[in-house]
C-alpha cells in the first residue's frame, strides 16, 4: 500500500510539473502556484531559458513554462499553414482551456513578438505582457523605411541561407551570433546547442515570418500594461547607442496606449540570462503594480 500511495504521488507530481499532450505541439513546464503567468522563450531556444526568473515568480505565481515546437529538440510541426500563426492559435487556446485568471505573458525575442501578437488580436485574454527585447516589426529596427512588401526579398534570402549552410558553418555563425547576444561564455555555448538541435526549417520559417510582419499598427488594440525591456550593449561596437534603441522603441510603440519601456544599460539580447536582478526586479515591480 505504501508503495502504491507513492506512485500515485509521484504520478500526479508528474501530471502537475509537466504537460505536453496531442492537442498542443509545444512542450510546457509548470511551476508554483498563484496567478497564472505564461512564459514564451524566443528563436531557437528551449523554456529552461526562464529557469533564473522562474525561480523567484513561483513563489507567487504558477509559471507556464513553453517550449515551442521544432525548437530546443522538440518534434517541429509541419509548415504548410506557417509557424507563428499556428503557435500563436495554439496558445490562445491554451489559454481558454486552461486558465479561469487572465494571465501574464512573458515573452524573449519571438516570444516576446508572439505575446504582442497575441494580445492585439485578442486584447480581453490577458492581464498584462512582458516584451523582452522584441519589435513590432523587426525589419524596421535596422531600417526605418521597411515595410511588409519591400523586405520579402531579403527575408527571402535569409531564409534560404539558413536552410542551405552547411553544419559545420552553421555553427561557427551560431556561435558568432550568440556571442553578440549574451555575455557569459557557458551560456553562449548552451544557447548555440539548443540551436543546433532545432529544427532547421522551424528557425527558417518563423524568422522569415518575424521579418515580414508589422504589428505596429495593430497594437493600439492592446489596452492593458505593457512593459517593453530593450537592450542595445550587444551593438556597442557597431555604433549603437541606449539612446538610438529607446528612440527606436518608442517610435514602433507609440500606438500602445499604456506601454512602459526601459532599457537595459549592459544586458545583451538575453537581458534575463546579462542583468538577472534588474530583470526580475522590473518584472516584479510591473506585474505587481498592475495587480
Given at each position: 500500500?505504501?508503495?502504491?500511495?507513492?506512485?500515485?504521488?509521484?504520478?500526479?507530481?508528474?501530471?502537475?510539473?509537466?504537460?505536453?499532450?496531442?492537442?498542443?505541439?509545444?512542450?510546457v513546464?509548470?511551476?508554483?502556484?498563484?496567478?497564472?503567468?505564461?512564459?514564451?522563450?524566443?528563436l531557437?531556444?528551449?523554456?529552461?531559458?526562464?529557469?533564473?526568473?522562474?525561480?523567484?515568480?513561483?513563489?507567487?505565481?504558477?509559471?507556464?513554462?513553453?517550449?515551442?515546437?521544432?525548437?530546443?529538440?522538440?518534434?517541429?510541426?509541419?509548415?504548410n499553414?506557417?509557424?507563428?500563426?499556428?503557435?500563436?492559435?495554439?496558445?490562445?487556446?491554451?489559454?481558454?482551456?486552461?486558465?479561469?485568471?487572465?494571465?501574464?505573458?512573458?515573452?524573449h525575442?519571438?516570444?516576446?513578438?508572439?505575446?504582442?501578437?497575441?494580445?492585439?488580436?485578442?486584447?480581453?485574454?490577458?492581464?498584462?505582457?512582458?516584451?523582452?527585447?522584441?519589435?513590432?516589426?523587426?525589419?524596421?529596427?535596422y531600417?526605418?523605411?521597411?515595410?511588409?512588401?519591400?523586405v520579402?526579398?531579403?527575408?527571402?534570402?535569409?531564409?534560404?541561407?539558413?536552410?542551405?549552410?552547411?553544419?559545420?558553418?552553421?555553427?561557427q555563425?551560431?556561435?558568432?551570433?550568440?556571442?553578440t547576444?549574451?555575455?557569459?561564455?557557458?551560456?553562449?555555448?548552451?544557447?548555440?546547442?539548443?540551436?543546433?538541435?532545432?529544427?532547421?526549417?522551424?528557425?527558417?520559417?518563423?524568422?522569415?515570418?518575424?521579418?515580414?510582419?508589422?504589428?505596429r499598427?495593430?497594437?493600439?488594440?492592446?489596452?492593458?500594461?505593457?512593459?517593453?525591456?530593450?537592450?542595445?550593449?550587444?551593438?556597442?561596437?557597431?555604433?549603437?547607442?541606449?539612446?538610438?534603441?529607446?528612440?527606436n522603441?518608442?517610435?514602433?510603440?507609440?500606438?500602445?496606449?499604456?506601454?512602459?519601456?526601459?532599457?537595459?544599460?549592459?544586458?545583451?539580447?538575453?537581458?534575463?540570462?546579462?542583468?538577472?536582478?534588474?530583470?526580475?526586479?522590473?518584472?516584479?515591480?510591473?506585474?505587481?503594480?498592475?495587480?
Amino acid at each position: 500500500m505504501k508503495k502504491l500511495a507513492f506512485l500515485l504521488i509521484l504520478l500526479f507530481i508528474q501530471t502537475q510539473f509537466y504537460s505536453q499532450t496531442k492537442e498542443f505541439s509545444f512542450h510546457v513546464e509548470i511551476k508554483g502556484k498563484g496567478r497564472p503567468i505564461v512564459l514564451i522563450p524566443g528563436l531557437a531556444s528551449s523554456g529552461k531559458v526562464w529557469e533564473q526568473t522562474t525561480k523567484t515568480l513561483e513563489k507567487n505565481y504558477e509559471c507556464h513554462i513553453l517550449t515551442l515546437p521544432g525548437f530546443a529538440n522538440q518534434t517541429p510541426i509541419t509548415l504548410n499553414k506557417g509557424f507563428l500563426p499556428v503557435i500563436k492559435d495554439e496558445i490562445i487556446k491554451y489559454i481558454q482551456t486552461n486558465f479561469h485568471q487572465k494571465p501574464i505573458l512573458i515573452g524573449h525575442s519571438l516570444g516576446g513578438f508572439l505575446s504582442l501578437s497575441i494580445a492585439s488580436s485578442n486584447p480581453d485574454l490577458l492581464k498584462e505582457i512582458v516584451i523582452v527585447d522584441s519589435y513590432p516589426f523587426m525589419a524596421a529596427a535596422y531600417n526605418p523605411n521597411a515595410t511588409e512588401e519591400n523586405v520579402i526579398s531579403q527575408a527571402n534570402m535569409m531564409k534560404k541561407m539558413l536552410l542551405n549552410t552547411p553544419e559545420k558553418q552553421f555553427l561557427q555563425q551560431q556561435k558568432n551570433t550568440m556571442a553578440t547576444m549574451i555575455t557569459d561564455s557557458t551560456k553562449i555555448k548552451v544557447a548555440t546547442k539548443w540551436s543546433l538541435i532545432s529544427d532547421r526549417k522551424t528557425i527558417a520559417q518563423a524568422m522569415y515570418e518575424l521579418m515580414t510582419t508589422d504589428l505596429r499598427k495593430d497594437i493600439e488594440k492592446v489596452k492593458i500594461p505593457i512593459l517593453v525591456l530593450g537592450s542595445w550593449y550587444g551593438g556597442k561596437n557597431y555604433g549603437v547607442t541606449k539612446e538610438m534603441v529607446l528612440k527606436n522603441y518608442k517610435q514602433q510603440f507609440s500606438k500602445a496606449e499604456n506601454v512602459t519601456i526601459t532599457i537595459a544599460n549592459t544586458a545583451k539580447h538575453f537581458i534575463m540570462w546579462d542583468e538577472p536582478k534588474w530583470f526580475i526586479n522590473s518584472v516584479k515591480s510591473f506585474i505587481n503594480d498592475a495587480q
